[in-house]
């Protein structure tokens, strides 16, 4: 019922500079996240498992990676409807521009998006981890009547300066709307959240900047009303909401916006937690990806605590806690590492090459013996030497080097980068 009356268009995100150097050669949403996925498989995988299998990603920045991920990754049988198509920024007579904003990029898709059969628009972003029934929401919108449903999740004082915030009347049409409020607005801005969301001090809705669109009310608003609008959250919304019914819908599970390389880092290192707040174990809830044909990982004289490992990584560390191995890791003998987002690789390394790279001098793809890494990222591809150190934490300034970058004390070692023997950062 679902698949047949909502359209999905993924957002694929601006150029992502908060996320740098992890978005220096991919766009936000081709970010590798728990060792084995991208973080565009939440969403698609979101709407998968809410019976919606019909999706538009629209995609402009650095996004080769992105287009060649979800080619390989999603084809769905010559006997269903579904899709998954990537819709890159194109220029036209008629758009010029590239994407000028998540409305924009809409507005300049819509003569492809028009083409299919459907009754309403599910707006995502790319870039957000979370777990959500999307069939819920939409029976929500079209049992109220909404011209426009806008997913809210309760916040604390921290947090909501950094969002839309909304208030909703007893209905839940929303009744106003700001944008990124300043901290002494705040008090104006509380909302009914609930008991258990008021006694964790979460009185705030903000907007998870997730949309339902009535067909013919987006076109409407982005074709006549609102045709030089170029965001949902600053223009679209806001405007909206003095016209419209426009929905809140309720949210209470777990949701973060990978906004930055510290929220990234703790989204990772969360999901090695005995009962983490986002569940990759959860059958009703898959969160699918590229299957690739790999070996099971080999792990020999290591201690484990708290760990994820992705398969085929080639493990002899002296230990490894509080971290995330992604997939083809090969880690050295006598190495720690702590509380650390290793990617892995895209390649095997034969004996040949391996070879071949120590008479150069090179050291092998992975980490190599005797290093100890803390509060690190190391992207794909790196190559880390023998007894180096890396030791992340506060007392690092923010900084960006040739090799590696410091953002709030997380290192991150850059995407194929190639680290000698004995070198120390922090």
């Given at each position: 019922?679902?698949?047949?009356?909502?359209?999905?268009?993924?957002?694929?995100?601006?150029?992502?500079?908060?996320?740098?150097?992890?978005?220096?050669?991919?766009?936000?949403?081709?970010?590798?996240?728990?060792?084995?996925?991208?973080?565009?498989?939440?969403?698609?995988?979101?709407?998968?498992?809410?019976?919606?299998?019909?999706?538009?990603?629209?995609?402009?920045?650095?996004?080769?990676?992105?287009?060649?991920?979800?080619?390989?990754?999603?084809?769905?049988?010559?006997?269903?409807?579904?899709f998954v198509d990537i819709m890159?920024?194109?220029?036209?007579?008629?758009?010029?521009?590239?994407?000028?904003?998540?409305?924009?990029?809409?507005?300049?898709?819509?003569?492809?998006?028009?083409?299919?059969?459907?009754?309403?628009?599910?707006?995502?972003?790319?870039?957000?981890?979370?777990?959500?029934?999307?069939?819920?929401?939409?029976?929500?919108?079209?049992?109220?009547?909404?011209?426009?449903?806008?997913?809210?999740?309760?916040?604390?004082?921290?947090?909501?300066?950094?969002?839309?915030?909304?208030?909703?009347?007893?209905?839940?049409?929303?009744?106003?709307?700001?944008?990124?409020?300043?901290?002494?607005?705040?008090?104006?801005?509380?909302?009914?959240?609930?008991?258990?969301?008021?006694?964790?001090?979460?009185?705030?809705?903000?907007?998870?900047?997730?949309?339902?669109?009535?067909?013919?009310?987006?076109?409407?608003?982005?074709?006549?009303?609102?045709?030089?609008?170029?965001?949902?959250?600053?223009?679209?919304?806001?405007?909206?909401?003095?016209?419209?019914?426009?929905?809140?819908?309720?949210?209470?599970?777990?949701?973060?916006?990978?906004?930055?390389?510290?929220?990234?880092?703790?989204?990772?290192?969360?999901?090695?937690?005995?009962?983490?707040?986002?569940?990759?174990?959860?059958?009703?809830?898959?969160?699918?990806?590229?299957?690739?044909?790999?070996?099971?990982?080999?792990?020999?004289?290591?201690?484990?605590?708290?760990?994820?490992?992705?398969?085929?990584?080639?493990?002899?560390?002296?230990?490894?806690?509080?971290?995330?191995?992604?997939?083809?890791?090969?880690?050295?003998?006598?190495?720690?590492?702590?509380?650390?987002?290793i990617m892995g690789c895209d390649?095997?390394?034969?004996?040949?090459?391996?070879?071949?790279?120590?008479?150069?001098?090179?050291?092998?793809?992975?980490?190599?013996?005797?290093?100890?890494?803390?509060?690190?990222?190391?992207?794909?591809?790196?190559?880390?030497?023998?007894?180096?150190?890396?030791?992340?934490?506060?007392?690092?300034?923010?900084?960006?080097?040739?090799?590696?970058?410091?953002?709030?004390?997380?290192?991150?070692?850059?995407?194929?980068?190639?680290?000698?023997?004995?070198?120390?950062?922090?």
């Amino acid at each position: 019922m679902v698949s047949k009356e909502v359209l999905a268009v993924i957002l694929g995100g601006g150029a992502g500079s908060r996320l740098y150097p992890l978005t220096a050669t991919r766009s936000k949403p081709a970010v590798p996240i728990a060792g084995k996925y991208r973080l565009v498989d939440i969403p698609i995988s979101n709407c998968i498992n809410s019976n919606i299998n019909r999706m538009f990603v629209l995609t402009q920045y650095n996004s080769a990676s992105l287009n060649k991920h979800i080619k390989n990754t999603y084809q769905f049988s010559g006997f269903s409807s579904g899709f998954v198509d990537i819709m890159a920024a194109e220029q036209t007579p008629d758009s010029p521009g590239w994407f000028q904003g998540t409305a924009d990029a809409v507005r300049q898709s819509l003569k492809h998006i028009k083409n299919n059969d459907f009754e309403y628009v599910l707006i995502l972003s790319g870039d957000q981890l979370y777990q959500m029934d999307f069939a819920a929401m939409i029976d929500k919108h079209t049992q109220s009547g909404a011209d426009i449903t806008i997913a809210t999740i309760p916040v604390g004082e921290r947090e909501a300066p950094e969002f839309g915030i909304l208030k909703s009347d007893a209905e839940h049409n929303i009744t106003s709307f700001i944008e990124k409020p300043a901290k002494e607005l705040l008090p104006e801005w509380i909302s009914n959240t609930g008991h258990e969301m008021q006694e964790q001090g979460r009185i705030y809705l903000a907007s998870m900047g997730i949309y339902i669109f009535n067909r013919k009310m987006l076109f409407k608003l982005l074709e006549e009303e609102k045709q030089h609008a170029t965001d949902f959250g600053k223009e679209i919304i806001p405007d909206a909401i003095s016209k419209y019914k426009v929905l809140s819908y309720q949210y209470d599970g777990y949701w973060t916006d990978i906004g930055n390389i510290y929220s990234f880092f703790e989204a990772n290192l969360s999901l090695t937690m005995d009962i983490p707040p986002f569940n990759l174990f959860d059958h009703n809830k898959m969160v699918y990806s590229r299957a690739r044909m790999l070996p099971p990982a080999k792990i020999s004289g290591t201690q484990i605590d708290k760990t994820i490992i992705a398969e085929g990584s080639i493990i002899r560390a002296k230990s490894i806690a509080n971290s995330v191995i992604g997939i083809r890791s090969r880690i050295g003998a006598g190495t720690e590492i702590t509380s650390s987002y290793i990617m892995g690789c895209d390649f095997y390394e034969t004996i040949n090459e391996i070879s071949y790279n120590q008479e150069k001098g090179i050291p092998k793809a992975g980490i190599g013996d005797n290093c100890k890494l803390n509060q690190v990222i190391v992207d794909k591809d790196c190559r880390i030497g023998n007894n180096v150190e890396i030791n992340g934490g506060t007392h690092l300034p923010d900084s960006d080097h040739a090799l590696y970058a410091v953002k709030d004390g997380i290192v991150v070692v850059k995407k194929g980068a190639i680290i000698p023997d004995g070198y120390q950062i922090g």
